[in-house]
T-cell receptor, first 113, second 118 residues
Framework: GESVGLHLPTLSVQEGDNSIINCAYS??????FIWYKQESGKGPQFIID?????DKRQGQRVTVLLNKTVKHLSLQIAATQPGDSAVYFC????????????FGAGTRLAVHP | GAVVSQHPSWVICKSGTSVKIECRSL??????MFWYRQFPKQSLMLMAT?????????EQGVEKDKFLINHASLTLSTLTVTSAHPEDSSFYIC??????????????FGPGTRLTVL
């Protein structure tokens, strides 16, 4: 079946550094992408989203970049804080899919003081 | 706003029993809710799409007779794991779709329910 993302890697960063989490998607028909943050034992929390007609979108301390040519998505977190430690998932969907989300494998972000 | 709750947050049951998990959208109405299962250190896998007033749509490989879904109102969907076995132990997460004004709906997730079958 279709899949998004890579096997679960871990990204370790120092507090205050910028973090970049990457994701590859496989469905070229996908037109809406979301990044979620999941802390241990909790449900996913929406971070930021982007439509396929955009290549960049910024939020508070976070930026999502979309490269449709290579089907790649990234999440940039500025000035990473210990509270950012969690597993981050990208998810994709397309208009014809009634918002069924396909989740990537996730990346664990570990922020060290 | 856009809060989704689940009950219970965790449950331990004996093999062969049935367990019901509730998913509620607290401050909005959701005609569509989704149920996911997540095993440790893995991603979320969609189990089924729950539509208010109609039958749920199950993903390939998910047994509809084992995972009964009822979406009786615009704020409540339930997942019943029937005749649970240890391999059904997992983290079950629901989401509720909130219709936005931009043409793209947003899913809000519940906190999850940890099911352990002994």
């Amino acid at each position: 079946g279709e899949s998004v993302g890579l096997h679960l890697p871990t990204l370790s960063v120092q507090e205050g550094d910028n973090s970049i989490i990457n994701c590859a998607y496989s469905n070229s028909a996908s037109d809406y992408f979301i990044w979620y943050k999941q802390e241990s034992g909790k449900g996913p929390q929406f971070i930021i989203d982007i439509r396929s007609n955009m290549d960049k979108r910024q939020g508070q301390r976070v930026t999502v970049l979309l490269n449709k040519t290579v089907k790649h998505l990234s999440l940039q977190i500025a000035a990473t804080q210990p509270g950012d430690s969690a597993v981050y998932f990208c998810a994709e969907t397309f208009s014809g899919g009634y918002n069924k989300l396909i989740f990537g494998a996730g990346t664990r972000l570990a922020v060290h003081p | 706003g856009a809060v989704v709750s689940q009950h219970p947050s965790w449950v331990i049951c004996k093999s062969g029993t049935s367990v019901k998990i509730e998913c509620r959208s607290l401050d909005f109405q959701a005609t569509t809710m989704f149920w996911y299962r997540q095993f440790p250190k893995q991603s979320l896998m969609l189990m089924a799409t729950s539509n208010e007033g109609s039958k749920a749509t199950y993903e390939q490989g998910v047994e509809k007779d084992k995972f009964l879904i009822n979406h009786a109102s615009l704020t409540l969907s339930t997942l019943t794991v029937t005749s649970a076995h240890p391999e059904d132990s997992s983290f079950y997460i629901c989401s509720a779709r909130l219709s936005g004004g931009r043409g793209t709906d947003t899913q809000y997730f519940g906190p999850g329910t940890r099911l352990t079958v002994l």
